[in-house]
């Protein structure tokens, strides 16, 4: 069974996808990140998981939306 990441290694994860460091992640950032692990997925489909996870309703990823993605 696997575990849930600490919150240091999101805020890591945080740190490597946010190219801007506004503390969030985008659907370019996540696209590119994407895109250079081989997982190639449009901006269409990015957006509508971002959307899906955005609880503030920014458009974009922040820490503690990433924390709940990861631990569920």
Do not use: H, W, Y
Not at 47 to 64: C, K, R, S, V, Y
Request: glycine fraction near 2%; aromatic fraction near 2%; charged fraction near 35%.
């Amino acid at each position: 069974m696997s575990r849930a990441p600490t919150r240091q290694e999101v805020e890591a994860l945080l740190k490597e996808l946010d190219k801007n460091n506004d503390k969030k992640v985008s659907v370019d950032e996540l696209k590119a990140f994407l895109d250079s692990a081989k997982c190639t997925l449009d901006k269409k489909k990015i957006q509508t998981f971002i959307n899906a996870n955005d609880t503030d309703g920014d458009g974009m990823l922040n820490l503690e939306e990433l924390i709940t993605i990861l631990s569920s």
